[in-house]
Every structure is written in C-alpha cells, then in structure tokens.
C-alpha cells in the first residue's frame, strides 16, 4: 500500500515543472527569428552588470512581446484544454472525452462567433464588449455539454458509445451552422476559418492575460475541490453517491467549471483539439489516476505539450505558421483510435 | 471526524443500542413510472420492518418483487412515496451523502472501474466520507483498510489490480472496502450472485462473524432460498411488490407459502442446525 | 520594464533564472530611452480603415501584407526599400526574392518584428484585424488601404505614394492609369455591355459580388457581372447562372498557358454544358492582375476589354500602341526586376495575341 500524500504530489509537479521549464526555453530560443540563448544570456549579464546600456531591441520586442506572451497563452490554454478534458472524462464516465471529440469546442467557437454577430448590434461599453467573446464561448460549450450528456443518457445511466456518436453528430450540427453564419455574412469574420483551427499566434491585451489566468485558477481550483469525488464518481453515479459523494452538486461544480475553462480557451485560440485527450491518458499512465495529482499534473502536461505543439506549428515552415490545432490533430487522432481500439478489445 | 472518534463513538452506540432497534422501516411505499401521466409500472406496497445490531435480514423473494426497491429505499438512494426509514431514529433519506455513507455502506452487485486501481486503492475509497474533501488518507485510514482487507481475509489481494482477480476475490474486496466505511448498517445487493459455492459460502460466513463481532445490522437481498435460512435471522418475503410475511426462517419457510410465491413444487424439512432446508421438486 | 515583471508571476516558469535574468536585465534597459534607426519624425496618418497612423519619415524600411501592396510598392519605384513581403507576392518576379514573412491571413509577427520596419502595409480584404491590432501592441506602425474600386485603387495608391514620401511617382502612376482607363472608356464606353460571370472558382463555383473592385474592373472593360449580391465573395449555383446566361465566362490565372486547358475542362464537367458561354466556347481569360487592387489592374482590363469587344481595337491598334509608349517611355529600372503594366508586358505573357476571346 502506497497511499498519495502531499509530497508525492509536490515531487510529480516538480518534475513536469522542470519539463516545461525546458519546453518554455525550447520556445524561446526557436521560431522563424533564430535567437542564440548564449548571446541573449551573455547580453542580459552585461546589462545586470551596467557594462551594456540595453537589451537590443529585438530581443525585447520578440522574445518578450511575441513569444513569450505567445507561451504564456500555450500554457494557459494547454491546462484548460487538459484540465477541461480530465473533468469531462470523469464526468462522463468516458475516458475518450475531450471537449474537441465531444463538440464542447465547437459549441463555444459557435458561441463566439455569435457573440462576435451580436457585438456591433449591442450599445455596451467597450470593456464589456471584450467579454462577451469568452461569455459566448462559455454558454455555447455549456449548452453542448449539455446536449451531449442528454444524448448520451440511456435508463439513467450513461452510455458510452452514445455519448461519443451523440458528440460526433452535435459537433458536425455545430460546424455546419458555423459554415452557414460563414457562407452567409461576410466582412468581420475573416480570418475566423483560421482562428477555428486553433491559433495562438495574436498576442491578446494585457488585462485578457489576467482574465485568463485567473478564470483558469477559478475554475480549475472548484474542480480540483471535487477531486477525490471525480475518483469515486468513475465507478458510477449510484455507487459514488453510497460512497459520501454529493453526486448532484458534484456534477454541476465540473459541469460549469468545465465548460468554464473551454470557453476561455476557445475564445483566445479556437478550437484546439486532442490537448484534452492524450495528456490526461499520458499523464494516468505515468502518475496514475487519482484524481488529486491528476488534475494538476494534467495542467502542468497540457501546457507542456501546448508549448510544444506551437513550437513546432511556428517553426515547420518559418515563417509561414501551421494551425497549432492541426499538429495536435495530426498527433491526437491516431491516439485517439488507437484508445478506441484498445477499449473495444 | 478522526478515525480514533468515530471508533470511540462506534463502540458507545454499540453498547447502548445493543438491543435496541437500529433500523426500523415504516409503512414505506414506492411507485416507478416513466411518465407520469400513465399508471406506475412498478409499486412497492406499504412495508415495515425492524432490525436490530448485529442481525442479518435477508429479502427474499423472486425476480421483480421488489426486492432491490426496497433495499434503496433503506439506503437513502431512492425516495419512498409514503412512509419512512430511520436509522438510530434518523430518517435516512434527510441525511446528506456524506452523513449517510458515513452510517451506510452499501454493496452493489457490480462495481465497473474505469481506469484500473489496485485493490488497496479501492479499499482506501470507504474512507471517502470520512475524510474532509482535499485531505490525503491518513495514517488511520490506511490502518482502517488494512484491517477491513484483513477482515475479508483478502490481505494477500492488497497489490493487485481489481480487472485481474476472480469474481470471488473482487467481491471480498468490494466487501471490504464497505467495511472501510466503518457504517452502523450493511446493505448487500445479491452479493453471491457470480460466485461459486465455496466462495458464496465464504462470503456468507465472513458476512456473520462481522455482523456479529461489529454490530453491523446487515440487509442482504437474494434470491437463495437456502443460504438466506442459513444466514439470516429474519426474513422478508416478496412477491410482484408486496412484502408477504417478516419474520424469522423457521416462520417463514412453510411449503405452500414459498410453492406459491417461487412457483415451483418444493419440500422444506428442518436441518440440523434448527434451520429450514429447502429442496426444489424437479419433474414431479 | 513594470509588464514585464507583471507578467513574472502568472507564468509558473519564468520564475526559473533565465526568466528572472532577463526580467531585471530589460527593467534596465527599459530605462533608457528606445534607441532605433528611426528619426523621431512622425506624421500623422489616417488610413483607408479610418485608423489615425503614426508613420516615421522617412519610410525606409517597408513589409508588405499583399500581393497588390507589393505590386504597388514596385510601381512607385520603392523596391528597395521593400524589405519584407508574403509568400504569395510573385508579382514581378523580383518580389519573391524579397524576404518572406509567412501568409497574408498569418504572417509571422517576429519575422516582421526582425526586419525592423518603419512601416507595415496592409489591406483589409486579405489581411486579419488581429494582425493589424498585433502590429499596434509591439508599436509597428501600420497602413490599410481598403480600395472598392478601380478609381479607389488609383486614390489609394496616389495616397499611399503621399504616405511614403513619393507623391510625384504615386500622380503619375495614377495619371498613367487614369489616362488608359479614360481610353478604354472611349472605345467600349459606349457599346453594350457584355454579361459575364467572373469565375473565381469552379467547385464550388464561386463569383463576386457587386462592390467588389473586381465587379468594378468588369464594368470599365465594357462588361458586367450577373451576379448581384452584397457578399464579397458569393457562392453561386449553376442553376442561377444557366437562367441568366451570361455571355462569357471571365477567368483569371497567374499562368495563363495553364489555364486555357483547364477552361477546356470546362465543357466537360456536369453540369457545364447547359450554359451557352461554355457550348459555344465564350471564355475569356485574363492575369490574374485582376485579383489585385495594385495598377498592374488595368492591363487586367484592357485584356478582357479587347477579348470582350475586339471590334473595338481593330481599327488602329497599332496606332494606340504607339501613342501609348511615345506618352510613357518604359522607365530606366535595374534589370533585376520588372514592374510593367503596360499593354505589350502582357501581350509577351500571352502565346496567343489578341487574348483568348472564342466567340466563333
């Protein structure tokens, strides 16, 4: 008997820190501007030391107003995605839920798009206006979720394969209303194909930093609340419920907190695939799958492999940029099945 | 709560209440529709039972006679349409889950994982209610589920994985994972339903030491004629929704009685152990 | 630099000593004040989008967003002063040696940033708002143009010429277009205009609508499009175009050699046949110059003018080419690139003189 205790958890958070340390450093260092990390630290010493005025200008603004804020918004979106896709997967019963495959994602693109209609048609303040983007994307993932956990209930309980066709069928409803708003009205929604791809490559103002982070905070702090409940919740809503868990109270906390975290995500970065799907599994298979180290180790991984993803994405082709979403999708899909394949054996 | 309180608080009720009545079903009534426009497709007519520490009641009776109904009626999981069910003269259904799962520990028939867990893992989660939510196990409830394995006599299973042990060993864990739970009231849900005779046994046997040494009041629902007048020193008799007789096996077990609600020619003769034995009439 | 050290604490990492190095080291640096090859000369802009631009004088360093930016960069004799364009600016060959900075709805902002441009040019039909407002947080200053038609390409790039400091290369670009438009117009102005269909794709098919300067283009070659919508670039059904047999087909392609067997093509696909521009072979084919709100446009137009109306051009063509190269003498450029829309630029590009007008 090995049970959890505090300082495991410290110890894998460390470790998947120190990974992302090294996958941030990865980030900066590479991109469509090569940057020499021995000189950038060789200047930024000469400038502790007063022997160097300043920091040359390129390092300032690409390292710290492109890639970095560029970086931050990876690992922002990669826990929410990660952590999002953990939540569902406990929720439903369902270890192949991720807010892509279930059309969560989609909803909340849908929301945005909306929200983007409706803006110029409301008298708001500038301010509020900027929130309504991500207060869209929260709805239109909410009401999906929704949707979906309806599809996927059969006599009470939920079933798996309906849960995932009902996704599927929703998602495809979804996207086929998004080319309709797209085919129909022109003008500002331009770009909005690329965006639906998933893109991290428009720095945001720097008060939607704050708002992001600490909407992920937020959120992903009630759900790490019912972490211990999430363990029991996976053998099933009665037994969790004979068990001590407030399955009802429970499910609405992950439920809001959820489609909280991927309405933030998707309202910066589109919809973002697969992130949600593999790190939790990676994850599990590492560290195990008690939900009190999971969700934050989930976290830590979704931003890791987020980072990663965009690295890459940015620098395949320098300077021409790969849909982040498209390298998730090209890694996550044959995941994806092979977890299918795994699961109907 | 610390484990080191609850056992104190444990043992105080134990001895008050030894012979007193722990549980105590009144009246209680339950009607399932899909819709509620049309007529109920299932009803529990008014039921009363009373059961005290350390006893063991079966419900006995065919398929769809109410049996499983009226076991999640005691366990708070449903709401009964009239009536009540108070537990140390608490009404069960008022309590939160927590409260509840803390006095009742329930054994379903099957307990589907969707991530593998070794077997101490899921011990350690009867421990859930006792715990405050993002508290890691303590010292004391390792201990508690250490013992709660031992108990079963399934300390040996403590390292493997719940997909891989036999049908017999998972249901002894399941067990022990409800004695974890360190509850006042034991509901099993046709515990023996998969399991081989000696393990049925075994599971019945372990079943009455613990009922006995921990005071558990333990409901049992099954369909085993036998092992219910082995076991249990009260029977409930169900049929299509009516509770037909209470009462000790011996009352109970009479040839006509259990001809009609089984629906199949059998002989009942006295055992050695003053128990009724049943014989099911093949062919005629 | 205080955003930065506000940025330190909501990114777990950069707690690490790099982070921390770099964070003291540009709190320094932001210290002193920013010291760039710009003059700190200003003047004050507002651009076709209605943005108030701060643009540095003078313009020396240029990136372009466009294809048609850079074609008009080129026209007003500032290649050298182009210092980076998209991947799709081909036009003239020389602009593709240029460094790239990605594509026009994702360029690369540290690309951009890299080459330290005094100004970045875009336009609102093909570029992103986003990169626009990206542009504006790292402090590059950007210009939109938003030309709707063929006399707002002229404005446009007279005013982008005032912008970089050329007007004089920017009146006579504009005069050379005007003057050969007010040409045109002399010859197909007072004919009937033909109906076409402006076929941007095929599967789907897809046209323009009615204020777009592609539309507008088609109007001065002495034509106009039967689609009639307010979208920009409208899906059409084949439906609707057999009920309203257009008289030609107008295509455009960058390779116009290529192009002509894929028009063939035409006939072939289902559904085709039933139009009567494509039984009879009614196509006309034209650079794709059409595609671009730059002056190369109006070479574009003279095209299909003369594929639309030969008849137009018969009587002296020889005489209008004449007058039209004694008026604007190619002017002295390095042999390393080549803007040209002149008519006879074309006509090289072109294996069969005349245009591709199939009306027998």
Redesign the interface.
């Known amino acids: 008997m090995r049970p959890l205790t505090l300082r495991r958890l410290f110890l894998e958070c460390s470790i998947l820190v120190l990974i992302l340390f090294v996958v941030v450093v990865i980030a900066v260092k590479f991109g469509a501007v090569p940057v020499s990390l021995y000189a950038l630290g060789r200047d930024l010493w000469h400038v502790l030391l007063g022997q160097r005025a300043d920091l040359s200008s390129d390092y300032v603004l690409i390292i710290k107003n492109i890639r970095l804020p560029r970086i931050l918004l990876g690992i922002i979106v990669g826990a929410s995605l990660s952590v999002a896709g953990t939540s569902f997967q406990a929720l439903l019963r369902n270890p192949l839920a991720d807010p892509y495959v279930l059309g969560v994602s989609m909803g909340a693109s849908l929301g945005s798009i909306l929200a983007l209609i409706a803006e110029p048609h409301l008298s708001i303040s500038p301010a509020l206006a900027s929130l309504l983007t991500p207060l869209g994307a929260f709805l239109g993932a909410g009401a999906t979720i929704a949707a979906v956990y309806f599809l996927g209930r059969r006599e009470g309980q939920i079933d798996s394969a309906t849960l995932l066709l009902g996704g599927v069928i929703i998602s495809s409803f979804l996207s086929a209303i998004i080319m309709f708003l797209m085919n129909t009205l022109s003008g500002n929604l331009r770009g909005l194909s690329f965006w639906l791809m998933g893109d991290l490559s428009t720095p945001l103002q720097k008060s939607a930093y704050w708002f992001l982070g600490i909407g992920f905070l937020l959120a992903a702090g009630a759900i790490y609340t019912t972490a211990a409940d999430l363990n029991l919740l996976l053998s099933g809503e009665k037994e969790a419920m004979h068990l001590g868990v407030d399955v009802p109270r429970v499910r609405l906390v992950v439920y809001i907190a959820a489609s909280l975290l991927t309405g933030l995500a998707v309202s910066v970065s589109g919809a973002i695939g697969y992130v949600g799907l593999i790190v939790p599994h990676a994850i599990r298979f590492i560290f195990g799958s008690d939900h009190r180290t999971l969700l934050p180790t989930a976290a830590l991984g979704g931003a890791i492999a987020l980072v990663f993803a965009d690295t890459l994405a940015r620098t395949i082709v320098a300077p021409t940029e790969v849909s982040v979403g498209a390298v998730t999708a090209l890694v996550g899909a044959p995941l994806f099945i092979y977890l299918l394949r795994r699961r109907l054996s | 709560m610390s484990a080191g309180s609850a056992h104190a608080r444990h043992l105080a009720e134990a001895g008050r209440l030894a012979n007193e009545i722990r549980l105590s079903v009144e009246q209680v009534s339950y009607a399932y529709s899909a819709n509620p426009a049309q007529a109920p497709l299932f009803t529990l007519e008014a039921t009363s039972l009373q059961a005290r520490p350390g006893e063991i009641v079966a419900i006995l009776g065919p398929n769809a006679s109410g049996k499983s109904t009226l076991l999640h009626l005691i366990?708070g999981?449903l709401a009964p349409l009239s009536g009540r069910v108070l537990l140390n003269g608490f009404v069960t259904q008022s309590l939160?889950?927590?409260t509840?799962?803390?006095r009742?520990?329930?054994v379903?028939q099957e307990?589907?994982?969707?991530?593998?867990?070794r077997a101490?893992?899921f011990v350690?989660?009867?421990r859930?209610?006792h715990?405050r939510?993002?508290r890691?196990?303590s010292e004391d409830?390792?201990l508690i589920?250490?013992n709660a394995l031992a108990q079963v006599g399934a300390a040996d299973l403590?390292?493997r994985w719940m997909n891989q042990i036999s049908g017999g060993e998972k249901q002894r864990v399941i067990l022990a994972?409800a004695l974890a739970?360190q509850p006042l009231l034991l509901l099993l849900d046709e515990p023996t339903l998969h399991l081989d005779i000696a393990a049925q046994i075994g599971l019945l046997d372990a079943l009455r030491r613990l009922a006995a040494e921990n005071r558990y009041t333990v409901v049992v629902v099954t369909h085993e004629l036998n092992l219910a007048a082995e076991y249990a020193d009260q029977v409930v008799l169900m049929q299509r929704g009516r509770c037909l007789r209470v009462g000790p096996p011996a009352s109970i077990y009479q040839r006509e009685l259990l001809e009609q609600v089984f629906q199949t020619p059998l002989s009942v003769e006295l055992g050695s152990s003053g128990r009724p034995r049943v014989t099911v009439l093949s062919g005629t | 630099m205080k955003e930065f050290a506000r940025l330190r604490p909501r990114s777990a990492v950069s707690a690490a000593t790099v982070a921390l190095l770099s964070c003291a080291a540009l709190t320094c640096a932001q210290s002193a004040p920013p010291v760039s090859s710009a003059s700190p000369a200003f003047r004050e802009v507002t651009d076709e989008v209605g943005r108030t631009v701060r643009v540095p004088q003078p313009v020396r360093r240029i990136v372009s967003l466009a294809p048609s930016l850079t074609e008009t960069v080129y026209a007003l004799g500032l290649q050298d002063r182009l210092v980076g364009d998209t991947d799709y600016c081909d036009y003239p060959a020389d602009a593709r040696k240029k460094t790239k900075v990605g594509g026009a709805i994702n360029p690369s902002l540290e690309q951009i940033v890299a080459l330290h441009p005094d100004l970045v040019l875009a336009t609102k039909g093909l570029n992103r708002l986003e990169t626009v407002h990206s542009l504006d947080g790292l402090g590059i200053s950007s210009y939109a143009t938003d030309p709707h038609t063929v006399e707002e390409i002229i404005t446009s790039s007279k005013k982008l010429s005032d912008v970089l400091g050329v007007p004089e290369a920017g009146a006579s670009v504009a005069g050379e277009m005007q003057r050969r438009l007010a040409d045109l117009q002399q010859r197909v102005g007072s004919l009937a205009a033909k109906r076409v269909l402006f076929v941007v794709w095929t599967q789907p098919l897809i046209s323009v609508g009615k204020d777009t300067f592609i539309a507008d283009a088609l109007r001065h070659a002495g034509a106009v499009s039967i689609v009639d919508s307010e979208q920009g670039w409208p899906q059409v059904s084949l439906e609707e175009v057999a009920r309203l047999q257009p008289e030609f087909l107008v295509f455009a392609d960058s390779h116009s050699d290529s192009a002509f067997p894929a028009v063939e093509m035409l006939a072939t696909l289902p559904g085709w046949s039933i139009l009567d521009a494509v039984s009879n072979r009614r196509f006309a084919v034209i650079s794709d110059a059409v595609n671009r709100p730059a002056p190369r446009i109006v070479t574009a137009i003279e095209d299909l003018a003369k594929q639309l109306h030969p008849d137009a051009f018969v009587e002296k063509p020889e005489n209008g080419k004449e007058k039209m190269e004694k008026e604007n003498p190619p002017p002295d450029q390095p042999p390393s690139w080549h803007y040209s829309f002149s008519p006879d630029a074309l006509q090289d590009r072109l294996t069969t003189p005349g245009g591709r007008a199939c009306a027998h």
């Open positions: 366990s999981a939160t889950p927590r509840r799962a803390q009742i520990a329930v379903q307990s589907a994982l969707l991530f593998p867990a101490w893992e350690l989660q009867g859930h209610s715990r939510s993002l890691f196990e409830d390792v589920a250490k403590s390292d994972r739970q």
